[in-house]
């Protein structure tokens, strides 16, 4: 397969990932995952996908749809689409599936798959972390990654707009 047919391969729709999941689950991989807006890629998002990604096998990234990330984050987000932002994030060497959803939160596409590895980045607690009562119900860890001071998408963006 060339490289960008693999880069397009891990990027699934909620039925072909719940397929490549059960797959992965039948092999005996560990599946992490991890979600977000991924707006605008940088430092501090490398860093917690790498981080996440070494807790299993598999690492499975929910991304935020541009419509959610519109109401998360407001009208001005985001600043790039989602199907670039998948594309990206695809294209990294420690992901394995990528997955687009439209809710406010993560929950449905975390109870779809089950994951075996819940992470989050940031000052959460766990009981702040939503799906991570359903995952520890069904045998699974949450991780908490700190962030990489001064990294953030709402800084980037400051920067640029003083330019």
């Not at 039948?26 to 995952?33: P, Q």
């Not at 596409?109 to 991570?132: M, S």
Request: glycine residues 8%.
């Amino acid at each position: 397969m060339d490289k960008l047919n693999w880069i397009k391969h891990k990027i699934h729709t909620r039925e072909t990932l719940l397929r490549e999941c059960n797959g992965w689950r039948i092999k005996g991989r560990k599946i992490v995952f991890t979600n977000g807006c991924f707006d605008i890629l940088h430092h501090g998002h490398l860093d917690l996908l790498a981080r996440a990604a070494s807790l299993g096998n598999v690492l499975v990234v929910g991304v935020n749809t541009d419509a959610s990330v519109k109401r998360l984050k407001g009208p001005s987000r985001p600043v790039t689409h989602e199907n670039d932002r998948a594309f990206q994030l695809a294209s990294l060497l420690c992901t394995d599936a990528i997955c687009l959803f439209d809710e406010d939160t993560p929950e449905a596409l975390i109870e779809l798959i089950r994951p075996d590895i819940l992470v989050k980045g940031g000052d959460y607690t766990i009981d702040k972390i939503v799906g991570a009562p359903f995952v520890q119900q069904h045998g699974g860890e949450v991780h908490i990654i700190p962030f990489v001071e001064g990294y953030s998408t709402t800084s980037i963006i400051d920067r640029i707009q003083k330019l």
